[in-house]
């Protein structure tokens, strides 16, 4: 249920929104002042704030400039002021719609709607899912370079992280510990292979619950390892 915050000194008009809006599913809070309206902004996560522009203590305008540097949320400005000079001062201070008073509450509740369906479509667009790979309670998550097992955070150094990752990224497939050396530290091995050894015995320390059976990174004698699926 989204959060809607109405900052409004005309207790009727606030009642009256209120009604309509929670008519429609919203939850809503009302301040009738703007220093008490100014602070449930900042201090709580609400999903739209309706504002007045005329309030008793700090006005609209400073409301507005104040959460802007706080927080990206939708606020629709009203008032009964129709001079054109504040709307624009208004939607210049970061305000998403101005709505002059009176106005009807049914068209109340279709531009709040409108505004949330805007902000979640811009939200969306901007959040990428992190990359992540989950194999039988192993959960790597690429984009942050953090690695779980069974839910606990393990500490990986930056190399132990690549070779866990390409081996969990190509399962059943064996390679050689001159591959990986190659894959891994981007050069050929030359008498180096001892380096992968030893990082796969510090990444089986952190991911298997018996390092002696491993359950995860297999070792083929006498070819090299896999990651077991």
């Known amino acids: 249920m989204s959060k809607i ?10 009642e009256l929104e209120k009604d309509y809006l929670e008519l429609n599913d919203f939850e809503v809070t009302i301040e009738n002042s703007g220093d008490t309206g100014l602070a449930a902004a ?20 400073e409301i507005c400039k104040r ?4 927080r990206n949320v939708p606020i629709l400005m009203v008032s009964a002021k129709k001079d054109d000079i504040d709307k624009i001062r208004g939607l210049g201070l970061g305000a998403d719609d101005y709505l002059t008073k009176p106005f009807s509450p049914s068209e109340l509740v279709a531009r ?6 805007r902000y979640e479509r811009l939200v ?4 990428k899912e992190n990359d992540v790979v989950e194999i039988r309670g192993i959960r790597i998550d690429k984009t942050a370079r953090r690695v779980f097992v069974n839910g606990e955070e393990k500490q990986f150094t930056t190399k132990e992280f690549d070779l866990l990752t390409f081996l969990a990224e190509n399962p059943n497939h064996v390679y050689t ?3 990986l050396f190659r894959e891994i530290w981007d050069m050929d091995s030359i008498g180096d292979i001892a380096t992968v050894t030893v990082h796969i015995k510090k990444i089986r320390e952190k991911i298997e619950t018996d390092t002696s059976k491993p359950q995860y990174i297999e070792t083929i004698w006498g070819v090299g390892y896999r990651f077991k699926v």
């Open 5 to 14: 915050l109405i900052v409004e000194d005309e207790e009727a008009i606030a």
């Open 42 to 61: 900042l201090s709580e996560n609400f999903d739209l704030i309706i504002l007045d522009l005329m309030l008793p203590g700090i006005d609209g305008f």
């Open 67 to 70: 959460i802007r540097e706080d």
């Open 112 to 117: 709040v709607k409108a505004h949330l369906a």
């Open 124 to 127: 969306k667009s901007h959040t």
């Open 177 to 179: 510990k001159a591959e």
